[in-house]
T-cell receptor
């Protein structure tokens, strides 16, 4: 799995748009970019996944530039309940039996939303 | 559709004891993976089971073992517990083997070793 780098922590305020950028310079051709959210004492929750350009769902948007060496998770109009750790993961997801390391989570970005 | 369930949610054991944790995946999911999460090491992969067979294994000692039943439910066992085994143990299920891009996690079992 490609190594990822993301900020350790970020602060923002309710109602703001938050963008968390993840660097993955060694991303491979078959790799997808996936973001998870984790609240304290809970399991991570899948947020969004993409391969290139832009992906949007009801929770977030994911922007991926043409070179795919980075990606940005965008959370629109955050609320206090968005305070959590956000993990960026890059990998091909296996499927054919690969991914012996399972999901490799880095330290993630601890997002704190203030009123 | 019910989510991933784990039992028990909390557990306190003493050093040297053994413990068994249980995980029931989402209905229809045949892959179950186990992870250990600690403040110092973060979230680390233990192993994955698919159709009752262990497919992948992380870098953990042999004291950590698991199995999967024909109904896809999985158990994880830790023998000869050590203080360092105190952690949140998470189970995740997916429909495909080694589908690490989208896994559904349970709430975890908080294990405390005294």
């Amino acid at each position: 799995l490609a190594k990822t780098t993301q900020p350790i922590s970020m602060d923002s305020y309710e109602g703001q748009e938050v963008n968390i950028t993840c660097s993955h310079n060694n991303i491979a051709t078959n790799d997808y970019i996936t973001w998870y959210q984790q609240f304290p004492s809970q399991g991570p929750r899948f947020i969004i996944q993409g391969y290139k350009t832009k992906v949007t769902n009801e929770v977030a948007s994911l922007f991926i530039p043409a070179d795919r060496k980075s990606s940005t998770l965008s959370l629109p109009r955050v609320s206090l309940s968005d305070t959590a750790v956000y993990y960026c993961l890059v990998g091909d997801g296996g499927g054919s039996g690969g991914g012996a390391d399972g999901l490799t989570f880095g330290k993630g970005t601890h997002l704190i939303i203030q009123p | 559709k019910a989510g991933v369930t784990q039992t028990p949610r909390y557990l306190i054991k003493t050093r040297g004891q053994q413990v068994t944790l249980s995980c029931s995946p989402i209905s229809g999911h045949r892959s179950v993976s186990w992870y250990q999460q600690t403040p110092g090491q973060g979230l680390q992969f233990l192993f994955e089971y698919f159709s009752e067979t262990q497919r992948n294994k992380g870098n953990f000692p042999g004291r950590f073992s698991g199995r999967q039943f024909s109904n896809s439910r999985s158990e994880m066992n830790v023998s000869t517990l050590e203080l360092g085994d105190s952690a949140l143990y998470l189970c995740a299920s997916s429909s495909r083997a080694s589908d690490y891009n989208e896994q559904f996690f349970g709430p975890g079992t908080r294990l405390t070793v005294l």
